[in-house]
């Protein structure tokens, strides 16, 4: 089984409205239908939050979420606060999840199914989606060459892929992720639900349910991983279907210069081995390691857009020091 990342490259149609006004952003809402071919019923429009400033743009930035739904909000919080400091912020709902759940499924799920023919369908897609919105924000001025992808534990495992493929982004930040597909499914306490997936022998669970024979084979697959040249010698080999969705197996291929990691001491979502492995893997990027777990870093979104403003170079205090302006709409800015 060959994951297909590739699209037809043209100019489709979109719809944008404000949703939203703030008094240094605004907030549309973009909407088009995904060129990936293959979109479960629910996924077909892909949603784009945009974060606009309404003074000077110094930069852009596409954030992609998290599995599930609850982190969401708060990653609009950042979006409108990296706006209010001059940045193009858009947040791209993965397909699979929030508004874009597909029917008679839960939001995140299906990115870990114990059927793999669904699993990878839903990764195809979501690195189909991201390309495209990159396409859309360059046709449309929004996306500048001082540019970042920012990835949130699955938003970052989607993100990895990308930059495999793309050559338009020039700053990466990875927040709690890890690789090692096999590991994190059959470890993490999150992923309960598809390991009662594997039990009830379901779709192609078979050629993952055998927890040691698939460890056994990722093991042995993985060493391969440095033979290859480029991504398209890596999909056609011979290697688990599994690891052609893993960021583990798009990580040589990232730039380390243009990568950071930011991991969580106290991260139970993801076993210690799968991160320390994918930050070996992506060449060793610079790392921090905070005091946080998976998901109690979403108090300190300030500390973490200041961050992210220093990477992209923004200095300047004052717009720093909006990070702390409120979210509430100024409806008398026009």
């Known amino acids: 089984m060959k994951p297909h990342f590739d699209y037809e490259k043209k100019v489709f149609d979109f719809s944008s409205g404000y949703i939203f006004k703030g008094k240094h952003y605004r907030c549309s809402h973009i909407k088009y239908r995904s060129l990936y071919k293959n979109a479960a019923k629910g996924t077909e429009t892909v949603e784009v939050y945009n974060f606009s400033p309404r003074e000077e743009t110094v930069g852009s930035i596409i954030i992609l979420h998290g ?18 400091a001059g940045l193009q912020a858009s947040i791209m709902i993965l397909p699979g999840n929030y508004t874009r759940t597909a029917h008679h499924s839960t939001s995140g799920k299906d990115f870990f199914s114990p059927d793999l023919e669904r699993l990878t369908q839903f990764w195809e897609q979501a690195v189909v989606d991201t390309r495209t919105t990159i396409d859309l924000l360059e046709r449309e001025g929004l996306w500048l060459n001082n540019n970042c992808l920012f990835g949130y534990c699955l938003g970052g495992m989607v993100s990895i892929i990308v930059n495999a493929l ?24 999150v992923l309960k639900y598809t390991r009662r997936g594997f039990s009830k022998g379901g779709g192609s669970s078979k050629f993952l349910n055998d927890k040691e024979r698939l460890k056994r084979v990722f093991l042995e697959d993985t060493y391969k991983l440095s033979r290859f040249k480029d991504v398209n010698e890596m999909l056609n080999s011979d290697i688990h279907p599994l690891l052609k969705v893993d960021p583990l197996a798009y990580a040589k291929f990232n730039d380390t210069r243009k990568t ?38 979403f108090p300190f979104e300030y500390a973490l857009g200041k961050f992210i403003l220093k990477k992209l170079g923004i200095k300047s205090a004052r717009k720093k020091i909006r990070l702390l302006e409120s979210t509430k709409p100024d409806e008398s800015v026009k």
């Open 67 to 84: 599995l599930g739904t609850v982190n969401i909000p708060f990653l609009f919080w950042m979006g409108s606060h990296l706006a209010s």
């Open 260 to 297: 950071t990691m930011i991991e969580g001491l106290f991260d139970k979502a993801l076993p210690p081995e799968t991160r320390k492995q994918l930050w070996s893997a992506l060449g060793k990027p610079k790392r921090y390691i905070v005091p946080m777990g998976h998901v109690t870093w």
């Open 166 to 189: 793309e050559h338009r982004i020039n700053n990466s930040i990875l927040l709690t992720v890890g690789g090692n597909m096999a590991k994190i499914m059959w470890e993490s306490p």
